[in-house]
C-alpha cells in the first residue's frame, strides 16, 4: 500500500522559512517523479515543484528562486525547502508521486499540510 506523509507545514511571517517533508511508503521517489502541488483558498489546485527519477526539477513561476525541491533516496522522501515566503504562498501543500507531468500522471498523493503566511 502507497503511504505518503507530509509534514513541516506551520505558520510563519512573511519573508520567512518553512521546509515541507513528504516520505514515501510503498513506492520509492527514487524511480517515480515527486511533486508538490498547492491549494489556495477558493482557487484550483497548482504545481508548485517536481523532481524526476533523473533529478531534473520544474518550478512554477511564482516560486522560482525562493523554493527548492531535492530528494533523499536513503529516507526516500522528497523536500521543499521554502524562502522568503509571501502571504500569496499561504495554501494546503500537497505531496504527490507517479509520472507526474501533468496532475493527472500523478497516481498517489499526500493528505497535505497547511501553509500560512502572516503579512
Known amino acids: 500500500q502507497v503511504q505518503l506523509v507530509e509534514s513541516g507545514g506551520g505558520l510563519v511571517q512573511a519573508g520567512g522559512s518553512l521546509r515541507l517533508s513528504c516520505a514515501a511508503s510503498?513506492?520509492?521517489?527514487?524511480?517515480?517523479?515527486g511533486a508538490w502541488y498547492r491549494q489556495a483558498p477558493g482557487k484550483q489546485r497548482d504545481l508548485v515543484a517536481r523532481i524526476t527519477s533523473g533529478g531534473s526539477t520544474t518550478y512554477a513561476d511564482s516560486v522560482k528562486g525562493r523554493f527548492t525541491i531535492s530528494r533523499d533516496n536513503a529516507k526516500n522522501t522528497v523536500y521543499l525547502q521554502m524562502n522568503s515566503l509571501k502571504p500569496e504562498d499561504t495554501a494546503v501543500y500537497y505531496c504527490?508521486?507517479?509520472?507526474?507531468?501533468?496532475?493527472?500522471?500523478?497516481?498517489?498523493w499526500g493528505k497535505g499540510t497547511l501553509v500560512t503566511v502572516s503579512s
Open positions: 504527490a508521486t507517479g509520472s507526474c507531468y501533468s496532475e493527472d500522471g500523478c497516481r498517489y
Open positions: 510503498g513506492i520509492f521517489f527514487s524511480s517515480n517523479h
